[in-house]
Antibody
């Protein structure tokens, strides 16, 4: 079964840091691009970051550029999001999602992990 | 950035009805358009990719159409499990962007 499981969320103070993880199973992780998408409470979906299969190409939303870093470890079938200088507006459920192919977009999503930034 | 605008933002409808949701891109995106369904407290689920291709396992009552700037998602004969929020998303270029969502509620 193809599965993505996020972890690492929690409560953090403004200015703090957090590292999210996404464990992949049931497919050849090393051959797929991966993404992070977030959803603030009561709001819509917001794309955060994408990374290609070999980490050669990385993209960020302007709202997180310079503060968040996406990475992956293909040997561990894992995707990461290092979040620094966190702000209240980063409070959201963070989902990892797999790219089918560049022409087909995202297909499989994890269940999400909640990040709350509050003093 | 490409803006994605969905209409309506919400709709009330009855079981068995046919529903059409529209998504408009601020510039041409060819067919790089996906549709997702999200139920409260759950992760989004992929329904449609490449504007009109059904994801594996998604029932054929869901269909997508369009190209360029105008797209539609149609749900034929709405069932109780279809009441949810639906999002369109473009992936032709970064930053990827989503529509604001369409909440489909029971009348």
């Amino acid at each position: 079964e193809v599965q993505l499981v996020e972890s690492g969320g929690g409560l953090v103070k403004p200015g703090g840091s957090l590292r999210l993880s996404c464990a992949a199973s049931g497919f050849s992780f090393r051959t797929y691009s991966m993404n992070w998408v977030r959803q603030a409470p009561g709001k819509g979906l917001e794309w955060v970051s994408s990374i290609s299969s070999s980490s050669s190409y990385i993209y960020y939303a302007d709202s997180v550029k310079g503060r968040f870093t996406i990475s992956r470890d293909n040997a561990k079938n894992s995707l990461y999001l290092q979040m620094n200088s966190l702000r209240a507006e980063d409070t959201a459920v963070y989902y990892c999602a797999r790219d089918q192919t560049p022409d087909y977009g995202m297909d499989v999503w994890g269940q999400g992990t909640t990040v709350t930034v509050s003093s | 950035d490409i803006q994605m605008t969905q209409s309506p933002s919400s709709l009330s409808t009855s079981v068995g009805d046919r529903v059409t949701i529209t998504c408009r891109a601020s510039q041409g995106i060819s067919n790089y358009l996906a549709w997702f369904q999200q139920k409260p407290g759950k992760a989004p689920k992929s329904l449609i990719y490449a504007a009109s291709s059904l994801q594996s396992g998604v029932p054929s009552k869901f269909s997508g159409s369009g190209s360029g700037t105008d797209f539609t998602l149609t749900i034929s004969s709405l069932q109780p499990e279809d009441f949810a929020t639906y999002y369109c998303q473009q992936y032709i270029g970064y930053p990827w962007t989503f529509g604001q969502g369409t909440k489909v509620e029971i009348k």
